[in-house]
């Protein structure tokens, strides 16, 4: 046979390999969604008199347009993972507003979904998400003091720690400086097996050097903190500044009692690996051990708390 020298390497195959996790986290969100959150949800809504929410000073908040079977997932799961102690608000465009309540009308007592313009946009783009999280006035209309704010590649893998609230602003850890190298295996025109390719990724490249806490797609803030940081300095940050980098900036400024590393780290991860309460988008950047053992933790407290009696 003669060989006319090896076939191209597929397109951007970490991005390919990036997406086949994207696609597994949500077919696990699926499967806990059909098979135990459903169920659970059914049983909460058919209260005689439902309680609501136990802690009127702590409530969860996602801002979203989306009304997809994975919001509804993200939704129940950081409901049960909240133990009761918590409701949850939807933030949502006025053009998906009917949309997202009709997906949340059987949890009223539990879950809010209200209409907000972002600007002048229709929809929120990361562009709008943004900007609207470095307004003043959005954190200052949010029901509770204390908030933890979520988002559709956000999983609550157990109960958070109460304690993580009594800081003002707690996120995934940035690993600024790591990189992954994977190798790709690669065949020629015969079909025999050629050297791999190795490609890095580098993560966190955008966040300034010295920054640790953290990522804001999964975070603890305090209401009152976001407000002072948004008057004293929202109107320097870039349109284009992402609202987590805009606020871990000024932190050390505007917060005196700052969370600790081992908190931060047991709280969320994302780029580096930890045992924590909760992961945002941490299946892109894992190893698959990790992230399966991830799943399987967040299966059995699913299945732990499904099963405990709903007060």
Known sequence: MTTTGPSPLPQSPTHQLEAYRIAIFKAHCSVVLGTHLEPWARALASQRQPSGPQDPHLRAVIVDDRPTPLLRMTVLNTLLMGRQRWGVTLYTAPASLERSRALFADLAAWVSVVGLRAGEADHFDWLAYNRLLKTAAFWAQLPAPKLLLFQTDTLLIEP????????????????????????????????????????????????????????????????????????????????????????????????????????????????????????????????????????????????????????
């Not at 995934?172 to 690669?186: E, M």
């Open 160 to 311: 958070p720690d109460p304690a993580v609230f009594a800081y003002g602003y707690v996120g995934s850890p940035w690993a600024k400086g790591r990189h992954v190298s994977q190798a790709f295996p690669r065949y020629g025109a015969d079909l025999e097996p050629l050297p791999p390719v190795w490609l890095t990724r580098r993560f966190c490249n955008t966040v300034p050097e010295g920054m640790s806490n953290g990522n804001g797609g999964l975070s603890v803030r305090d209401r009152q903190l976001m407000v002072r940081i948004c008057q004293a300095e929202a109107a320097a940050s870039p349109p284009e500044e992402p609202e987590d980098i805009f606020f871990a900036r000024h932190l050390a400024r505007h917060d005196p009692t700052p969370p600790p590393p081992t908190v931060v780290e047991r709280f969320s991860c994302e780029t580096a690996y930890h045992a924590s309460a909760g992961a945002h988008a941490a299946w892109r950047y894992l190893t698959a051990a990790e992230v399966a053992e991830m799943y399987e933790r967040h299966l059995k407290q699913v299945l732990a708390l499904t099963c405990a009696p709903i007060s």
